[in-house]
């Protein structure tokens, strides 16, 4: 990889930063974990499929586009 390249440089950048880092390091695990917690479990209990409970399987895009176009005539 060219070293004066702009990907070469950002990695570089990123990768001196974060070694160098202790409490980062910390508060990068927090972050992940709290992302993994909204995206992965409550996801599972507060966002349902809708589409698998409410439309026949291939009908999906019709379920969605008279959905949408009853909503727009409210």
């Given at each position: 990889m060219n070293k004066n390249g702009f990907l070469y440089r950002a990695y570089d950048l990123y990768y001196d930063g974060f070694r160098s880092m202790t409490l980062g390091?910390?508060?990068?695990?927090?972050?992940?974990i709290k992302l993994f917690i909204m995206f992965a479990i409550l996801k599972v209990f507060f966002f349902p499929d809708f589409l698998k409970t409410h439309a026949n399987e291939g009908d999906e895009p019709d379920f969605v586009e008279s959905e949408i176009v009853g909503r727009l005539n409210e």
């Open positions: 390091k910390t508060l990068w695990v927090v972050i992940l």
